[in-house]
Structures are given as structure tokens and as C-alpha cells.
């Protein structure tokens, strides 16, 4: 853990052959290091979560479309999130995050009560100060002054406290590098020619490995079925050309459905944006290829550390570390044998 | 759902109600385990989703799969003894330890098959050769392995097949070793943090173990004339266990706690004590002046043998459960990751 092995592997020489399946590192061609040799481009989600409502759409389409059961109707009372989190039969789960922070550009204790919304309804596009129809976020030439650091307290004037909700719809990740397809002992999981991970439910014998092998606690059993399920990427839908239940229905395009690389660049490009328009917490997560996973064929734009989110800040794919264990393994196996030897030679008289 | 309870003192657990600040349940989680214990490490600041785990913890029932990683290492342990017993001409360790390994490794199979969501298709375990598997390896292992115990079985009780038989308990032995470890590799192979972490270390505390419980069943049951190899073996296999485990446990940071809280510490606790002392038992029991007849001479030893195979039993399921505590906790696995990420920052 503390000896930083994620460099060493990456650094053994230059670019790999696309052809080989590798344990860990930047893996360029996904799909053809499984065996397709003529693989569409990889594809993937980028969610923006932040410009997610929070309106579960997407919870909904992907139930609808891939007849997911349901996954127990309780209240939780920690907020409007009763979903919980990603199992067996929740496959996307928007997570719901109160913070007593502004976003971004945002100023507390304006009064509005002289404001006509009519009058400005009818100005709209007119001016920079009111932007058109399909404008989502300020240029960043409009951006409030001061809108970075100083001037934005989180207490108004009239002493109220500032809220902001963080809102992000999680999904499989659909890892470069995936732990549950790695340790899948029957093949029941396979890489699409798409780069995504599917199980083939007529193979699976629920053995379970794959749920504590995941990283991001993703894939689980399904209890009265005893095989495991997860998101499909919409397999079914992307072979003729659809995109997946959840990007479809997501009315804000906060879920974003496309070839992995133009994801990465619209998502290296939005934050750019966020970042001028200052939101400083927007980062990426999961879309770098040097990260313990090779990088997730779903990544998200967040606007807090990770584990905020219920995702781990960090992962490692735990196939990384499989050849030392097995190594250790061996040496484990020698030393019993030789114990066992040592235990029937006679000592000399 | 509400969580407050009415009390001689008062109401506890209250909501905030209009008072609520916003986030204040958010985020952070003080929610602490265990009476009276102090924790290792101190509380460590982090942020979590509502307290709620990172990971989905191991869908796998404790007495199947625990079960199971401890018959497997007593019949790899028992495999090599009866290899032992056989060529130097210890028939009664021999017959013990051959039906001993038969029965084990199938009654664990048994585990195995039963803690399958669909026990039905356990053959699609060997539907294809995958070494990033160890689940599949094993599945491969076991399936040459559980054979050639009942062979070496059969043929001893049947007293006809000697050459078959002869192989077939060399073979065992030549496997035993890598069932009773490659368990570990099972294991660790996952994202549980406290399994994983130790993957330098538990295979030798696995196999420290299944030669203790190998030696456990040798000593219960066999004549003292034909258990000297089981005694040193039962001493050599607890100081295995028990120093790797401790090595382990320094070794691995955060990821060592579960190990010292609540039922998984109870049963290491039980598991150290029942091992060390079986093996002074074991000690003591060999260096007792020759085999005495009757109850009173074998009493040591039949209590040395039933400590250490109760021993090897409780550390299995210790650290099973120690396992799955840490999978439920998000502190185990965003700690040491934020740790980490700040090493790499420099």
C-alpha cells in the first residue's frame, strides 16, 4: 500500500502492445487486448454532475429498459436520496449531497422582490446579462467579479446560511482495467467490443467473487436469483446504434453518451469553463488513463473530493497485485512443504 | 424512518428538526463500535456518503466459506503427514491423516458448491482456464486434488492398490501445500481492504495454519509411538501462524484494525491462545518419557490436537470477518487512499 507500485508497473517500457492484455497502466485499445480486432471505438459516460437536477430519470429509464426489480421502498430520512446506493437491481443511483457552501458564482442574499421575470423573459438574449436559449453556464468573460475567492460569504446578509446540493448520478464504471471481469472464475463477465463489461447471466453460477472485487462497490448478487447483475452499458441498445436508457433520458444532459475520446475532450473542456466561471471545485474523476484502473469508461465531473460522493478517491485495481500474491503464494506453498518435510527428519543422535 | 428512542433520561437520538444545519449528518460519521475498546489508530478525519460503505461487502456466508479455507488447509496439511506416515512406515498417522484429507477437502468442496447462487452450475467453474481467477485456479486445483485424497484413501482402508495408492498420497502431498495457500491468494485477490493489504503475509499465516490443524487431527488420534512428526509439525506450524500474522498485522497500517475490534478480535484472541498453547501441549506431550498406556498418558496429546484444530478454525473465521467489517466501513478503504494520494503528491 505505501509503496507507490502503480508508477513501477506503468513506467516498464514506454507504450505497450495494444494486443496484450495488461494488469494495470494506460491500456490505449480496450476492446482489441480482448479479442476484437476490428472493435468500434471504445464508448462511455461522461455524467456532469454538475449540472444534474437530481430528478432520477435515469434510475427510472434503466429500470424500464433492462426490467430491473425493485430494490426495496423505504424511507431513508438522511435525505431525498432512498436509493442508497449502486447493487444488484440499481444500476444508476443519483447520490444527494447538502453542503452549507455557494456554487460557484452564486450571491446569497440578493433581494429579488423587485425583480419582473416577465420583462426579463422578454429582454432574453438580448443582452450579456441574460443570455439565450442553450446557454447552460456564464462565458467566462461574464463571470461575477470576485466570483473565485473573498467577496462570496456563506452567510447572506440577513444572516441566513448558504446551501448548495450536490446531485451526481453514479454508475458502473466500466473500468479499463476491471477487478470483477478479472476474478470472474466461469467467464460469465466479458468485455464488449464497445470496452464495456457485461455478464452473461445464462453463465453465471453466483459464486460472488466479483462484488468484493470491485473497487467502486458496484456489482452485487441479487439474493432471490443468486447471480449477479449489474449495468450493461445498454449493450442490447448500442448494437443498433442507440444510445443507453439513462443518457437518453437525462434532461440535462448531465449524462453524456459518446466515444470515450470526444467524452474526454468535452469533459477537459467543461471544466476549463467551470474553473473561469468560478467553480474551482470542478474536477474530473476517473478519466485519467494513469490511474489505478487504467481509467473508467464512465467518468464523472464532480464538484467535491470523491469520497463525498460514496466514491473511493483512490482505487486500485486488486488484479494489480496478482502476480506478487502469487509469487507469495508459491513461497507460502515451498515453506509448508518444507516444514513438512523438516517434520519427519530424524534429528541425529 | 426515525431513529430517536424515549429513555428515563430523556429523549435520545432526536432529530434536529427546524434547528437542522445543513450537512450537519452529512459527510462525517462518529458512529463508534465495541464497548470500552480503544482503537488503534486514532479517529482519523475523512468524508464519506452519510457513513454509508464504499465497497459492497462479500456476499459469502461465514460457515461456507471460512468453513471451506479451513478444511482446505487441514487436508493440504494432512496430505503432507500422510505422504510422511507413508514412506516411513507409520501406518496409524498414515491412515488417519489420508482419510482425514479425503473427508475435509470434501466436505469444503461441499461448502463451496452450497455458497454458489446457483449451486447447479458449480461446473462452469471449469468452463475455462483463467490465472487472473485464483476462485477459477483453485476450482482446477480442488478438482485434481480431491480425486487423488480418496484414491490414497481408498486404497489404505481397501489395504490392495498399494502402487496406485502410493501415488496417489505422493501426489496429494505434492498439491496439499498450494490448496492449503493458494486460499490466501482467494482472499486478497478483492478490494476488502483488510484482505487485501496482507498479501505478502497471509498465504504463510494460512499455511502455518492448516499444518497446526493437520497436526491437531494427528495428534487427537493417533497413538503417540507414530505422532512425533505431528508434534513438531503442530510446533513448527503455530510459530509459522503466528509470527506471520504478526508481521502482517504491523505491516499493513489502518488496514490492521478490524483484526483488534469486536467478534473478528474475540476470535483471534481465541485462535492465538488455542494454537500456541495446543503446540506447548504438543511439546509437552512428546518430551512426556516414551508413550504411557491408557487415557491418562494420551490426554495431553488428544487436548494439544483439539486446541489446534479449534485454533486453526477460529483464526479462519477471524479473519473473515475482520474482512467483511472492513469492506462495511468507508473509513478502511478512503484513509489509506487519501494517504496514499498525499505520498504521491509528495
Known amino acids: ?349 | 424512518m426515525s431513529e430517536s428512542d424515549v429513555t428515563r433520561k430523556g429523549v435520545e437520538g432526536a432529530r434536529p428538526g427546524r434547528e437542522a444545519l445543513t450537512g450537519a449528518r452529512a459527510g462525517r460519521r462518529r458512529r463508534r463500535r465495541g464497548r470500552g475498546e480503544q482503537p488503534v489508530v486514532p479517529d482519523a478525519r475523512f468524508s464519506s456518503y452519510y457513513g454509508k460503505p464504499v465497497l459492497n461487502k462479500p456476499t459469502w456466508k461465514p460457515l461456507d466459506i471460512a468453513g471451506y479455507l479451513y478444511l482446505g488447509g487441514l487436508a493440504g496439511g494432512a496430505s503432507l503427514l500422510a505422504a510422511g506416515a507413508h514412506a516411513t512406515g507409520r501406518p496409524d498417522l498414515a491412515r488417519v491423516t489420508k482419510l482425514g484429507a479425503a473427508g475435509a477437502i470434501t466436505v469444503s468442496l461441499g461448502a463451496l458448491v452450497h455458497d454458489l447462487g446457483r449451486p447447479a452450475r458449480f461446473i462452469n467453474m471449469l468452463r475455462v482456464v483463467k490465472p487472473t481467477s485464483p476462485m477459477n485456479m483453485g476450482s482446477w486445483l480442488l478438482a485434481g486434488y480431491a480425486p487423488l485424497t480418496m484414491a490414497a484413501a481408498a486404497a489404505d482402508v481397501a489395504g490392495r492398490y498399494r502402487l496406485v495408492g502410493a501415488g496417489a498420497t505422493a501426489a496429494a502431498a505434492a498439491l496439499g501445500p498450494a490448496v492449503a495457500t493458494y486460499t490466501a491468494v482467494l482472499l486478497s485477490d478483492t478490494a476488502v481492504p483488510s484482505w487485501h493489504e496482507g498479501y505478502r503475509e497471509l498465504p504463510f499465516v494460512f499455511a502455518g495454519s492448516g499444518a497446526s490443524a493437520a497436526a491437531g487431527l494427528a495428534l487427537a488420534f493417533v497413538p503417540a509411538a507414530q505422532a512425533g512428526p505431528a508434534r513438531r509439525m503442530a510446533v513448527l506450524g503455530a510459530a509459522l501462524e503466528l509470527g506471520a500474522f504478526q508481521l502482517m498485522k504491523r505491516h499493513i497500517g489502518l488496514a490492521a484494525e478490524p483484526f483488534e475490534q469486536g467478534r473478528p478480535h474475540k476470535l483471534l484472541r481465541a485462535a492465538e491462545m488455542l494454537t500456541a498453547g495446543g503446540a506447548a501441549l504438543a511439546a509437552y506431550a512428546g518430551a512426556g518419557a516414551g508413550p504411557r498406556a491408557g487415557w491418562r498418558g494420551r490426554a495431553p496429546a488428544v487436548a494439544a490436537g483439539l486446541a489446534l484444530l479449534t485454533g486453526s478454525a477460529a483464526l479462519r473465521f477471524g479473519v473473515f470477518h475482520a474482512g467483511v467489517h472492513s469492506a462495511e466501513d468507508p473509513k478502511y478503504t478512503v484513509v489509506p487512499q487519501r494517504e496514499r494520494m498525499r505520498a504521491r503528491a509528495g
Open chain 1, 1 to 349: 500500500m505505501t509503496e507507490g507500485k502503480t508508477t513501477a508497473v506503468n513506467a516498464a517500457g514506454g507504450d505497450p502492445p495494444p494486443s496484450r492484455k495488461l494488469f494495470s497502466g494506460p491500456q490505449p485499445n480496450v476492446a482489441q487486448a480482448a479479442g476484437y480486432p476490428d472493435a468500434p471505438p471504445r464508448m462511455g459516460f461522461f455524467t456532469d454532475t454538475s449540472v444534474c437536477i437530481g430528478c432520477k430519470a435515469c434510475e427510472v429509464a434503466c429500470k424500464e429498459w433492462n426490467s430491473v426489480p425493485e430494490d426495496g421502498l423505504e424511507l431513508t430520512g438522511m435525505s431525498y436520496d432512498n436509493t442508497q446506493g449502486l447493487g444488484a437491481d440499481t444500476w444508476r443511483h443519483v447520490a444527494f449531497i447538502e453542503q452549507r457552501k455557494p456554487l460557484g458564482g452564486q450571491e446569497p442574499g440578493v433581494d429579488h422582490s423587485g425583480f419582473d421575470v416577465f420583462e426579463a423573459a422578454r429582454n432574453l438574449g438580448s443582452s450579456p446579462a441574460s443570455p439565450g436559449p442553450g446557454a447552460t453556464a456564464p462565458s467566462p468573460e461574464s463571470a461575477p467579479a470576485g466570483a473565485p475567492a473573498g467577496s462570496i460569504s456563506p452567510v447572506s446578509p440577513d444572516g441566513r446560511t448558504e446551501l448548495r446540493w450536490l446531485m451526481s448520478s453514479d454508475v458502473c464504471k466500466h473500468c479499463t482495467h476491471a477487478a470483477c471481469l478479472d476474478v470472474c472464475p466461469t467467464g460469465a463477465l466479458f468485455r464488449t467490443e464497445f470496452g464495456t463489461v457485461v455478464v452473461q447471466e445464462d453463465v453465471c453460477n453466483g459464486c460472488g467473487y466479483c462484488v468484493p472485487a470491485c473497487p467502486y462497490g458496484v456489482i452485487d448478487q441479487r439474493k432471490e436469483d443468486g447471480r449477479v447483475w449489474k449495468c450493461t452499458l445498454c449493450y442490447d441498445r448500442l448494437g443498433v446504434g442507440m444510445e443507453p436508457a439513462c443518457a437518453k433520458s437525462c434532461p440535462t444532459d448531465s449524462i453524456q453518451f459518446g466515444p470515450l475520446e470526444e467524452l474526454r475532450e468535452r469533459a477537459a473542456a467543461r471544466v476549463a469553463q467551470l474553473h473561469a466561471a468560478g467553480v474551482t471545485d470542478a474536477r474530473l474523476y476517473g478519466e485519467s488513463p494513469d490511474d489505478g484502473v487504467g481509467g473508467d469508461g464512465a467518468f464523472f465531473l464532480l464538484l467535491d473530493e470523491p469520497e463525498v460522493y460514496g466514491l473511493p478517491p483512490d482505487p486500485v485495481v486488486t488484479t494489480r497485485d496478482l502476480p506478487a500474491m502469487w509469487k507469495h503464494a508459491a513461497m507460502a506453498a515451498a515453506s509448508l512443504a518444507a516444514l513438512g518435510f523438516a517434520s519427519f527428519v530424524r534429528r541425529p543422535r
